[in-house]
């Protein structure tokens, strides 16, 4: 290494304390530092040290698809993060490389195909007119998110992981704890404890015999020793947990709806418009607060015109990329015709949310059936009065209070 190389220049450390935002705002600090540059420092609110940041989408794309930025590495180190009790269980899928991580996500994949997710089209499409019903029933006003939103993704992702109907209200509670940064490490570890004794139960005494639900599938693969019980239970609780995420999406989707009447008036009058329509809000949507898990650079590694040492902390931002001018033209106004749309709302490479198609459809069935039996829906309250999750990784309205 020669002393130039030894002396080339650092981007300054920006402290991103990643505080509360309010609605949808998108976050300024991310913007301030996408205005920077392709490639910026951050430190954030725990851990040690500071990180690389990735924003533009191009960049985004390649670090999260390259095998010389790995995620087993970060088990070794306290990098800065988000989460004050974030500690991953080693061996968990959000942690693996290839060839152990595409391993596990076979062991699941024929669950989150088109095919396996059409599989609980029908019954998600109850439980919602279900759900509905009551919601018409009780009569305005009415708390969209605790009516509708919150419990019909705990039914579904119940319905497709296999958790019978008695274990989905303990499911949603150990979500909660796990997904708030607000009650302290003891009190997430114990929640994901418990959640993993479940799944522990469910998968190593299936009862079901063969099927198409997440648990069956676990179980098989563990009767074939294709994953340990161990590996299967880890995936498992991390798919429950990112099944809840469409709680939060959709009630920030109804926010952006219901702030903007004639946006809802367009899917309402259009229903041909709302696929495409659901996709922009997906691009648009500030569905996390700063940024998710971090990747280690294996090696040395130029990036957007900087050099990134082996060793160092690396984070990306789908959101940022999400914004990139040159790939979404007038990339903060919500578009419904944008067209192409390649948002990375699911992430991208090898760690691409398996349960991005199951999002979709619950997205969907939200949309065609809140705003077709629901004509009048509206907000009950001034938009800046709808009160957002405070000390939450995953951003989104703590209630929405509607009237119709």
């Not at 050099?307 to 903060?332: H, K, M, Q, W």
């Amino acid at each position: 290494m020669t002393d130039e190389t030894l002396a080339e220049p650092q981007p300054p450390v920006h402290q991103w304390p990643a505080a509360d935002l309010a609605g949808t705002d998108f976050d300024p600090m991310l913007a301030e530092l996408m205005n920077e540059g392709p490639v910026t420092r951050v430190q954030l609110p725990n851990g040690d040290g500071w990180a690389w940041l990735v924003t533009r989408y191009d960049d985004v794309r390649m670090v999260t698809n390259d095998p010389r930025f790995g995620r087993e590495a970060v088990m070794e180190k306290q990098v800065t993060r988000l989460a004050p009790h974030f500690i991953p269980d080693r061996g968990a899928v959000g942690f693996l490389d290839p060839p152990d991580h595409t391993r596990l996500r076979r062991a699941v994949a024929a669950a989150f195909t088109a095919k396996g997710v059409e599989r609980v089209r029908e019954r998600s499409r109850t439980v919602l007119e279900g759900l509905v019903d009551g919601l018409l029933r009780q009569g305005p006003p009415a708390d969209l998110t605790s009516a509708v939103l919150s419990p019909f993704p705990i039914a579904v992702i119940c319905e497709l992981m296999g958790v019978p109907p008695a274990d989905h209200h303990a499911m949603h509670e150990w979500t909660q704890l796990i997904l708030s940064s607000a009650h302290g490490k003891e009190v997430s570890e114990r929640a994901k404890r418990e959640m993993s004794a479940c799944f522990t139960h469910l998968i190593g005494h299936h009862a079901y015999g063969p099927g198409d639900d997440v648990c069956s599938l676990l179980s098989a693969a563990v009767d074939r020793d294709e994953v340990t019980l161990v590996e299967a239970v880890g995936l498992a609780v991390l798919l429950q947990i990112g099944g809840e995420a469409v709680t939060n999406n959709s009630g920030q989707l109804f926010y952006l709806l219901l702030t903007r009447p004639e946006l809802a008036e367009r899917l309402r009058s259009d229903p041909a418009v709302r696929p495409m329509a659901i996709e922009e809000l997906l691009r648009y949507i500030p569905h996390r607060n700063a940024v998710g898990l971090c990747r280690i650079a294996l090696e040395d590694v130029d990036v957007g015109g900087v050099r990134i040492r082996a060793g160092d902390a690396v984070y990306t931002s789908y959101l940022a990329a999400n914004r990139d001018p040159e790939v979404f033209p007038d990339p903060d106004t919500i578009d419904v015709e944008r067209s192409p749309n390649p948002h990375l709302a699911f992430g991208f490479g090898p760690h691409y949310c398996p349960g991005g198609m199951l999002a979709r459809l619950e997205s969907e069935l939200l949309v065609d059936v809140l705003l077709d039996r629901v004509p009048g829906l509206r907000l009950a309250v001034p938009p800046a009065q709808v009160p957002f999750r405070k000390g939450a990784l995953i951003r989104g309205p703590e209630a929405l209070p509607v009237t119709w």
